[in-house]
Structure formats: structure tokens, C-alpha cells
């Protein structure tokens, strides 16, 4: 099944111990990224990825790395976490960066910080 | 910077009935692509509808059509013979063709909550 996974789907931490939040797909697709949604904020996109080695930042990329040594993962890293990062996290790829593509999303990961 | 805005943050509506959810949007560009997503309580995200700037014709599927007005910055969300299973949380998205900074990044409005009345 063609699918978007992520791991751990939910998750309690506390501030300043660092964590990393899997991404896979099996789909073979070139493009990712990872978005945060908060309530009455909607989705952005934290840092993307057009395909190997070639990442860059979103929108709201500050207290986030992301690393793409492999086209099926992309995670999510957060070196000292903080309060402000309890967020809902998706993971999300297409098949190439181009804009027509469906995006393709993780089921979420729900991160809470202490 | 594109923006997206959702003026309903809830909305109502019998089952069997329609409704149409809002959704405006700013930019510069001339060539572009809008999205409906889908959010029920599982909180998957579910792709409903797209819509490619440059064509004129509304985009439908099944149940769901879209109302596309380019000049006026507007891509309405139209469901019609509501389902218990339409409960969920739409988000309007704006796609930019630009391949530079940001290439391609879906920009997302805040939410539409949709209640289905049984």
C-alpha cells in the first residue's frame, strides 16, 4: 500500500531533551516536507525537500534540522525542544516539487513538550 | 507571500443539504493551483479537489465542486447532499508555480470546522 508513515504518532517530552520524528514514504517520490498545524493557525510548512541531499526552510523553520540521505526518509529533528514546538506534525511528499502534484500526507504526530 | 483566508471558522448543515464553505486568497502570480483538503477526526489529511489557475472549467468530483472565480481571488468548496462523513475539518490551499525560495510550498488558510446535523 502506497502510503506516508511517521513515527511516533504521539509524544511527551521535556524541554531541551532532543528527539527526532520519522518520516517514510514508499512511493518513490522526489519531494517532502513537514508542516506543523496549531489550532487556528492551520498548516505551515516547516522545511522541505526537492530530493536527496537538497533540503531548504519553509516558513517556520527556527528550532527544526531535517537531514535527506535517502529518498524515502526525511525526519524531523529538534535539538533542544521547547514548549512552543507542541505542535501537530505531518509529514507529507509528491512525486516531484512540480505544483500540480498531490501531496501525499503522514497520519501526524502528536508532540507535546514539558 | 501568498495568503489564504477562510472566513468561516465553523459551519453547519443538515444531512442531505448543501453548503458551501469560503475561501479567498492573495497573490501576484498568474498561474497557480488551489486545493481543498479534508481533515475528519482521525486527522489524516484527505486531498478532496484541485483546481489549475489557468483552466476555466469549475473542477468537481463526485459530490464536491468548487466555484472558481480567478479575478475576484475566490475558490468556494461546494458539497452537496451533505454525509454524516462530510464532518470534518476543511483547509483551503494555494500552490505557487514559482521555482524559486519556497518552490511549491502549499500554503494553507486556517480552517473551516464543518458540523453535519443528522
Known amino acids: 500500500e502506497a502510503q506516508v508513515t511517521q513515527n511516533p504518532r504521539y509524544l511527551i517530552t521535556v524541554t531541551g531533551k532532543k528527539l527526532t520524528v520519522t518520516c517514510s514514504q514508499n512511493m518513490n517520490h522526489e519531494y517532502m516536507s513537514w508542516y506543523r498545524q496549531d489550532p487556528g493557525l492551520g498548516l505551515r510548512q516547516i522545511y522541505y525537500s526537492m530530493n536527496v541531499e537538497v533540503t531548504d526552510k519553509g516558513d517556520v523553520p527556527e528550532g527544526y534540522k531535517v537531514s535527506r540521505k535517502e529518498k524515502r526518509n526525511f525526519p524531523l529533528i529538534l535539538e533542544s525542544p521547547s514548549p512552543n514546538q507542541t505542535s501537530l506534525y505531518f509529514c507529507?511528499?509528491?512525486?516531484?516539487?512540480?505544483?500540480?502534484?498531490?501531496?501525499?500526507f503522514g497520519p501526524g504526530t502528536r508532540l507535546t513538550v514539558l | 507571500a501568498q495568503t489564504v483566508t477562510q472566513s468561516q471558522p465553523e459551519m453547519s448543515v443538515q444531512e442531505a443539504e448543501t453548503v458551501t464553505l469560503s475561501c479567498t486568497y492573495d497573490?501576484?502570480?498568474?498561474?497557480?493551483?488551489l486545493f481543498w483538503y479534508k481533515q475528519p477526526p482521525s486527522r489524516q489529511m484527505i486531498l478532496v479537489i484541485r483546481?489549475?489557475?489557468?483552466?476555466?472549467q469549475n473542477a468537481t468530483e463526485n459530490r464536491f465542486s468548487v466555484n472558481f472565480q480567478k479575478a475576484a481571488k475566490s475558490f468556494s468548496l461546494k458539497i452537496s447532499d451533505s454525509q454524516l462523513g462530510d464532518a470534518a475539518m476543511y483547509f483551503c490551499?494555494?500552490?505557487?508555480?514559482?521555482?524559486?525560495?519556497?518552490?511549491?510550498?502549499?500554503?494553507f488558510g486556517k480552517g473551516t470546522k464543518l458540523s453535519v446535523i443528522p
Open positions: 497573490t501576484s502570480e498568474s498561474d497557480y493551483y
Open positions: 483546481q489549475e489557475a489557468y483552466k476555466q
Open positions: 490551499a494555494y500552490r505557487s508555480t514559482y521555482s524559486g525560495a519556497g518552490s511549491y510550498q502549499l500554503t
Open positions: 507529507a511528499s509528491s512525486k516531484s516539487r512540480g505544483p500540480y502534484n498531490e501531496q501525499f
